[in-house]
């Protein structure tokens, strides 16, 4: 058997934790997969005297993440602080620097700052692997880069923020508004400290760009994402969606069209009965999908201790094995640039607005419609006490030039209340 | 960048006709993805002069797989012949001897043979892979053995086998039976040559036997497998338990036990609302269950040309990459016989009956149930026209055995038509 292989694990959440537990507990199976011990030499987070549940007493102390990563001792490095700038990525550019290994679980620092890093990585010949980064337990990235590597994937998407579906599914489930869910979920402490980073789309737009860079041999280009959050999503609009056989799902999507890579990340409708309609709560599912192998579909929990900890053990085992694997899938300096698709491909919409009831006006709402190219495929209206009355559509396939066009349009002809919700529907 | 990876391909059915494909479409996007040119040295097959649809004059070509395998511009032996026995078995030991690398997609083999040939390949060490012989193009090895490196692996289960599940749900949508569904699939050409390799159960049933073995270290044990076909499956049944929340699913399950090894295939009721019970036609789907990770399902093409040969690239690039990891996951000298479970885990179970229109019957019934230690959770009793009622139970959890002396026992009360059926329902 080979020697060893140190870990030097800096932050010590319950992810760390895990990590820890992990090595301690499946010593002898670890050992028997990889062909070595799996050991931690030091440790490092901001608080040395909180109590974590385990005895950290048999690893070095760091206080100084930076300290950790260049450590003699240390040949992985495991980056789990967190955040684009300041300790973690001071710290993984030293261990790289140092000729450590790294594995991360830091989806911010690889979506804005993943470029420079694989480079830095590949010029010391090193490995920075961050299978945790993006749908926690799920072997997404390895599915990805390595299973479907005989494949020209032609679109990734996936529900990929675990406290977003809660959201969505609890609304539909409870009925309840989106502020009433909002403010139960961050009072269970399901949602980060800068909320934002969850229902603002952030975190899964994160997810997407790592997945679109590794999908498309493209370099990872989080500015290009077309990014909206759920807080604009209604009660109405999910009880709407369902009547017409549809879940609204915070879908991230990425696909290489003629016109340039098209990433975005926005609430969708999705058929009820499809693998993502029918995910509910804090789950997480990616879709992928290539020329030769068609769909795979994989769900598993997208956060937590136990699997996001495996998913850094995944990385780590390989590591262990002598693995090695660009970055990104191919060499960072055969990633190529993108151009940011200018419009999206196109699709139907459902679209619900407030008809006034009064003679002529759903024929009015029909013409500029047909006036701007976009065809009616199924049409609702329902029956209403008050003088406007609610009215959903489902469109043919039609670009969102041509919808913006309609609804343009509409908001002239003078028989609505209130502008019509226009959301996309994602073929699944 | 590295010397060409040379392969050789013995097989040239759907599967083989879409590796090469791959090799020739994809040839600059396999070179970045692992570093090393792949190519075509030879190829065998039965027929040289069959028309495949594509040129293959640039490859040398071998009547005898064995020539093929050993042939020195062949690094990896790729088979693709299928069999147990005969040319697919003795071309890759052939290879293995010669020192070359391995990659199959035969599932047979390897649950068959799978210790001796993981003893070969590692006395040579050279790789054994076999990502196409589970569940086509799902990566779901690599997810098992790589993904969830990390965690003791709990349960593992799934639907293998695309023709069965076909037609279980044709059976459902249809209202037809289990003899016109297959009468149905075979003229479709949908069912292997020998139907009982898919509708009796064992194709599945070998993808089982290496994915247990994979999953707990074991030797890979087919005949350890208790196996039960579909062909007893009744539309009665299928109606029977949709009516109750069920669906009928040919169902594989491997998990340790304080007894020993449990490995069933066997036709189980899962929740309908459950992934497994949603997943409808041809389509394969994989669950795997770790102490870290929790639940993670797998969903794809489990057969096809595209499908197939994109699982076989997957084990040819990481070959060419340098990948190397035991046959079944661990050294295969560490791998442990197992001792096949002698009962299956309590669970609760499924039974239909019909019972004679009498007084006292369902008491007699109820009474027996009770005295064996099977307790009822739900009970449906239906109207009808002739002298036998149907009736629904589902138990509460018990094991095989008590409910074996029940069953027995019922025979003896002189009320039922016929013999009740019974099915686990599987927690998923």
Known sequence: MSEPLRLGIAGLGTVGIGVVKIVRQHAALLAARTGREI????????DKSKDRGVSLSGYSWE????????????????????????????????????????????????A??????????????????????????????????????????????GVMNGSCNYILTRMETAGLSYQEVFAEADGLGYLEADPQLDVGGIDAAHKLAILASLAFGTRVDFDGITLEGI?????????????????????????????????????????????????????????????????????????????????????????????????????????????????QLPAPYYLRMSLDDKPGALAKVAKVLGEAGV??????????????APVLIVTHKTTRDALDTALAAMDGTDVLSGAPVALRIEAV
């Open 39 to 46: 050991v931690i030499s030091a440790i490092s987070a901001r």
């Open 63 to 110: 206080n100084d993440p930076v300290s950790l990563a260049t450590r003699a001792d240390v040949d992985v490095f495991v980056e789990l602080i967190g955040g684009d700038e300041g300790p973690a990525k001071n710290a993984v550019e030293a261990a790289l620097a140092a000729g450590k290994e790294v594995v991360t679980a830091n989806k911010a620092l690889l």
């Open 112 to 157: 804005i700052h993943g470029q420079a890093l694989a480079e830095t990585a590949e010029a010391h010949d090193r490995a920075l692997r961050y299978e945790a980064a993006v749908a926690g337990g799920i072997p997404v990235i390895k599915s990805l880069t390595e299973g479907l590597a005989g494949n020209d994937i032609t679109r990734v998407m």
């Open 231 to 343: 807080d604009r999503v209604s009660i109405e609009d999910i009880r709407a969606a369902a009547d017409m056989g549809y879940k609204i799902k915070l879908l991230g999507v990425a696909q290489k069209t003629g016109r340039g890579l098209e990433q975005r990340m926005q609430p969708c409708l999705v058929p009820d009965s499809s693998p993502l309609g029918q995910l509910e709560g804090g789950t997480n599912m990616v879709v992928l999908e290539g020329d030769a192998v068609g769909q795979i579909v994989l769900r598993g929990p997208g956060a937590g201790e136990g699997p996001t900890a495996s998913a850094v053990m995944a990385d780590v085992c390989d590591i262990a094995k002598g693995m090695r694997t660009p970055v990104f899938g191919i060499p960072s300096a055969q990633l190529t640039g993108s151009t940011p698709a200018r419009t």
């Open 375 to 388: 065809s009616i495929d199924r049409m609702r209206q329902y029956g209403h006490e008050d003088t406007s």
